[in-house]
């Protein structure tokens, strides 16, 4: 099976502008969860969708969103970019459930803000 | 709100040496517990997930035993290789599907 897969794995933007990343997960994996990673702050979820809908929601600002589509492929986007977005946007898929829940990581998009 | 830490932030070692990695967490109802490694610029590998009602897993050179009530995990690596040399972090899922992760520790592991 392959593996979680990201894209871009790079991008260079300037504030102000968006971006939008994407994530197809592992075949039959319904759940994807998108965290942002930064030296300072470490993993912080971002959110979660199953099934089109955005079921958990971390504390980051609106201009921080998502959607996943039919074929469970999952985009964020961030508008109006700071220079504090710049980080690894790393992208998860989940298989299992109650209890046994065990997330896969992609490579990761890395985004830097000038 | 779940607060997850790591101890040690980095810890370096000679080959063959055993060691054993802290996570602790605030709010011991989850779901479970999973140990991944990271290695430079690249995404998370899964090492060992256990599940709240567990109290250890194995695999390989590597055991993670959970105490929930204490809110403390430890991962032991066992005859350490160059090769274990990456930042381990641990995650607790808590309600829905969300995790909450550690700071991390940073492993080397000198030849």
């Known amino acids: 099976k392959a593996g979680v897969t990201q894209t871009p794995r790079y991008l260079i933007k300037t504030r102000g502008q968006q971006v939008t990343l994407s994530c197809s997960p592992i075949?039959?994996?319904?759940?994807v969860s998108w965290y942002q990673q930064t030296p300072g702050q470490g993993l912080q979820f971002l959110f979660e969708?199953?099934?089109?809908?955005?079921?958990n929601k971390g504390n980051f600002p609106g201009r921080f969103s998502g959607r996943q589509f039919s074929n469970s492929r999952s985009e964020m986007n961030v508008s109006t970019l700071e220079l504090g977005d710049s980080a690894l946007y790393l992208c998860?898929?989940?298989?299992?459930?109650?209890?046994?829940?065990?997330?896969?990581f992609g490579p990761g998009t890395r985004l830097l803000v000038l | 709100k779940q607060e997850v830490t790591q101890i040690p932030a980095a810890l370096s070692v000679p080959e063959g040496e055993n060691l054993v990695l802290n996570c602790s967490f605030t709010?011991?109802?989850?779901?479970?517990l999973q140990w991944f490694r990271q290695d430079p610029g690249k995404g998370l590998t899964s090492l060992l997930l256990?599940?709240?009602?567990?109290r250890e897993q194995t695999s390989g050179r590597l055991n993670a035993s959970l105490d929930k009530s204490s809110g403390r995990s430890t991962l032991y690596i066992a005859a350490s290789q160059p090769g274990d040399s990456a930042t381990y972090l641990c995650?607790?899922?808590?309600?829905?599907?969300?995790?909450?992760f550690g700071t991390g520790t940073s492993l080397t592991v000198i030849p």
């Open positions: 998860a898929s989940t298989h299992g459930s109650g209890g046994s829940e065990t997330q896969y």
């Open positions: 075949s039959g994996h319904r759940s």
């Open positions: 969708y199953f099934s089109e809908t955005q079921r």
């Open positions: 709010d011991s109802a989850i779901y479970n």
């Open positions: 256990i599940q709240s009602s567990q």
């Open positions: 995650a607790v899922r808590v309600t829905g599907n969300q995790f909450y």
